[in-house]
């Protein structure tokens, strides 16, 4: 049984932490837990069980039967807590987004190699039933030749107080649209050459004074090397619930993706001739099968000595695009990859 070390016990980590916990992943084992926050931490083995906990992830890289870790702390600390993992001989599952910056990832992946330890990136789309089919009628060509890719991710709470802070967040681009960059890259099989993004921060007046630059809704339209568009939007406090939807569209044809239903059930009343259809509330419900199956490709590379299908170059080059679109958000023009 390999031994997994769950670092950062928040919203997403317990996530992962359950399907280890409850013996959802095959030949793995939840054996420590790691949090600077006390409470999360105690919240953790309330939910989990009785397992060693530690407020300094290093501690718990200490132990014999740690042999692998998911971390799932906020993005400026991934870089660190890699390096360290991998100096430790861990394998690595690293939430997105990878790091702030592309210097961060090239060091991420040069420890992974240095120290013969996995490394995969949380990309949790890429294992969802829905968009494993979409790709594949892509590969056989059920529309012709893609032209066109346009995805959004809208979340319906409002951002953190420490994501206000793009220094130490790179802002919604990164928290919310690094899925949809990097199912950009995997649908439309091709880097991004250039984008040109636009933002504003319409929901969340708490963090106007403070930070001026934070924005809660952003636009960014992209052209790829091998001639392919794309169109990205992403908000944060929209309310109504969460939205994760892609659409492509090809030479003869277009393939959609995602769904927006709670439950395949609609409802229409008399009273009001209304149609209610209950929305998906979390994407903790909606790629609830997709963090299952994430997490056990990432045991079985372990197990069969594998490269994991979305690696720490996948994740660097959503950061590229990650810091290019902020970069055309400041200085208003379009920005070259």
């Known amino acids: 049984m390999i031994g997994v070390c769950l670092i950062g016990c928040g919203r997403a980590g317990l996530i992962h932490g359950r399907n280890f916990a409850r013996g959802v992943i095959e ?7 790691a949090d600077p926050v006390s409470e999360a931490l105690e919240n953790a083995r309330k939910e989990l069980g009785d397992i060693p906990s530690y407020t300094d992830y290093r501690e718990a890289l200490e132990r014999s039967d740690v042999d692998a870790v998911i971390i799932v702390s906020p993005t400026k600390y991934h870089c660190e807590i890699v390096l360290n993992a991998a100096a430790a001989g861990k394998h690595i599952l690293c939430e997105k987004p990878m790091a702030m910056n592309e210097d961060e990832c090239e060091r991420m992946i040069d420890a992974a190699k240095k120290n013969n330890v996995k490394l995969q ?15 594949n009628m892509l590969d056989a060509g059920e529309i012709g030749d893609v032209v066109l890719i346009k995805s959004h991710t809208r979340g319906p709470s409002i951002p953190q107080p420490w994501m206000y802070d793009i220094r130490k967040s790179n802002g919604p681009l990164a928290e919310v649209n690094s899925h949809d960059i990097d199912t950009l890259r995997w649908f439309g099989q091709s880097e991004f050459k250039s984008v040109y993004a636009i933002s504003g921060n319409y929901r969340c007046p708490d963090a106007r004074s403070d930070f001026p630059d934070f924005y809660d809704n952003v636009l960014m339209t992209c052209s790829f090397e091998n001639g392919v568009q794309g169109c990205i939007d992403g908000a944060q406090g929209v309310g109504y619930g969460y939205d994760a939807q892609t659409e492509i569209v090809g030479t003869h044809g277009v393939i959609r993706v995602g769904r927006t239903q709670e439950q395949f059930v609609t409802a229409c009343s008399s009273k009001d001739g209304r149609i209610k259809t209950p929305h998906v509330t979390s994407w903790r419900k909606l790629f609830i099968d997709a963090y299952c199956a994430e997490d056990q490709h990432f045991i079985d590379c372990i197990e069969k000595d ?3 299908s979305v690696t720490g170059f996948d994740g660097k080059m959503a950061v590229r695009v990650v810091n290019a679109g902020n970069l055309s958000i400041i200085e208003k023009r379009i920005v070259t990859l």
């Open 27 to 33: 030949g793995a084992r939840l054996t420590a837990l």
């Open 121 to 135: 990136i949380g990309f949790m789309r890429r294992f969802d039933a829905s968009f494993v089919e979409a790709k």
């Open 306 to 308: 594998e490269t994991p």
